[in-house]
């Protein structure tokens, strides 16, 4: 599934990664909601829009939001990662100059190509990929923030307020809040039953 030669980029890709990286490490800052949880440690999620250009607001063209696509979107990610590592039990390779270092436990083990590498199903393996889990579930956590009472989802939420915008009960904002809790009953499904195996 992830081994395909016509998809441009794997899932762990480094450029992959450091995109996510980038746009985490701008829109933490850019939206205010995001604020109140940068000194909650370094495995927390934010707030997510679509790029740091965007000036959508979900009704005219002012200044852009986070979305609950995006944030959920970069749970998925993670997930996904870990899940590839987990079903080909592959060696956890940290691309060269790969930026959530704060994520990794200590490790001198490198790959020819200066990667941080642990072995797979190491201490450091298994300790960075719960971490990992972690790190993802606390995307989900905004997204918890941000629906109404009922469950309900907009398209985006306002980066002041955390009020939902745009279109409501948006398909597409559920589709991916589902597709990446669907991934993270995957991951926790196969890490179990690697690890009693």
Do not use: C
């Not at 990286?21 to 370094?42: A, C, E, S, V, W």
């Not at 100059?97 to 393996?125: P, R």
């Not at 469950?151 to 904002?173: C, I, P, R, V």
């Amino acid at each position: 599934m992830y081994d395909q030669i016509d998809i441009p980029f794997s899932i762990d890709d480094g450029s992959v990664l450091n995109t996510l990286t980038g746009l985490i490490n701008d829109m933490k800052y850019r939206y205010p909601i995001n604020h109140h949880r940068l000194g909650f440690g370094f495995n927390t999620g934010f707030a997510l829009g679509r790029y740091p250009e965007d000036i959508y607001d979900g009704i005219t063209m002012s200044e852009g939001n986070p979305w609950f696509i995006s944030t959920a979107t970069a749970s998925e990610l993670l997930y996904k990662i870990i899940y590839k590592l987990y079903k080909y039990e592959k060696d956890l390779i940290i691309p060269n100059g790969f930026k959530i270092n704060e994520l990794i436990i200590e490790n001198d083990d490198e790959d020819k190509n200066n990667n941080i590498k642990f072995n797979y199903n190491s201490y450091e393996f298994n300790q960075t990929s719960i971490s990992l889990i972690n790190y993802a579930d606390s995307f989900l956590d905004v997204i918890r923030e941000h629906v109404d009472l009922q469950g309900h989802m907009s398209e985006q939420f306002n980066k002041y307020s955390g009020y939902m915008e745009g279109a409501e009960d948006l398909t597409w904002s559920y589709g991916a809040f589902w597709s990446s809790i669907r991934w993270r009953n995957k991951v926790l499904k196969l890490k179990n039953e690697r690890e009693n195996k």
